[in-house]
């Protein structure tokens, strides 16, 4: 019975294993790691963390 269902019931690779590696020595998958580190240095990130942060804070106090 075993042997019968392993055949409908293959295990498929996980996503994450398919594209791993995928953009490696890519340069625009470069650049927009670049932007999005230079994005979370910024002030508007703070900005927009510290927003986040109180509209979460209110939300769960109820205000």
């Given at each position: 019975?075993?042997?019968?269902?392993?055949?409908?019931?293959?295990?498929?690779?996980p996503w994450?294993?398919?594209?791993a590696?995928s953009?490696e020595?890519?340069?625009?998958?470069?650049e927009a790691?670049?932007?999005?580190e230079?994005?979370?240095?910024?002030?508007?990130f703070?900005?927009?963390?510290a927003i986040?942060?109180k509209?979460?804070?209110?939300?769960m106090l109820?205000?």
């Amino acid at each position: 019975m075993k042997q019968m269902l392993s055949g409908f019931l293959q295990k498929q690779t996980p996503w994450w294993l398919k594209v791993a590696g995928s953009f490696e020595n890519d340069p625009t998958f470069e650049e927009a790691v670049r932007f999005g580190e230079e994005w979370r240095k910024s002030a508007e990130f703070v900005a927009t963390c510290a927003i986040a942060r109180k509209h979460l804070r209110d939300k769960m106090l109820g205000r």
